[in-house]
């Protein structure tokens, strides 16, 4: 009997988890809310020339997110093609809740409080936001685990006999 791996498709979740997470924090917060932009705290959109140097560095951030994405895809395709990786939805939705949870803790530490170059809602409250911003990652990452430990339970390869 074959080994059940679960490592492929949660390299291919959680990298997807990245790059959609990030696509949600760009379309979100950067273009329909308009809250910050890459670099807004260290050159604020208040004028053309910068709204365009803000607007070139987000889409770079687009465009870094769109490679993760389509890493993604090609992880996960090739999860697909191999009959011990058991085809977990479990598995699956926590790797990708996971890799959204992996990008809010990355962007909230480095970008949001190490390096300041933008917040979440820039204003008065905006420590809250970005706090906020970091727990509802922690949020995603403890419920990403928790799916894919449940996941667990899904031993049957694809390609194996039917689970009942």
């Known amino acids: 009997m074959t080994a059940v791996r ?3 498709l949660v390299a291919a979740g ?3 988890g990245v790059g959609l997470g990030g696509f949600v924090d760009g379309i979100l917060l950067h273009q329909l809310l308009q809250w910050h932009n890459m670099l807004s ?5 208040d004028d053309l020339v ?3 140097v803000n607007m070139f560095w ?3 951030f687009h465009a870094l997110t769109w490679l993760m994405t389509a ?6 395709w090739r999860a697909g093609q191999r ?4 085809w977990s939805t479990r598995t699956f939705v926590g790797a990708l809740l996971g890799g959204w949870g992996l990008f809010n803790a990355v962007e909230g530490l480095i970008d949001h409080q190490l390096l300041g170059v933008h917040h979440v809602k820039p204003g008065p409250h905006q420590l809250a936001w970005d706090l906020g911003f970091l727990a509802f990652g922690l949020l995603l990452l403890v ?7 449940a996941g667990r339970e899904d031993r049957t390869p694809r390609g194996g006999p039917a689970s009942s």
């Open 6 to 8: 679960r490592g492929p």
């Open 143 to 149: 419920g990403g685990g928790e799916l894919i430990r």
């Open 83 to 86: 009959a011990e990786v058991p």
């Open 58 to 60: 987000d889409g770079l």
């Open 41 to 45: 705290s260290v050159l604020p959109p």
């Open 14 to 16: 959680g990298l997807l």
């Open 50 to 52: 910068s709204a365009k």
């Open 71 to 76: 890493g993604g895809l090609g992880l996960l």
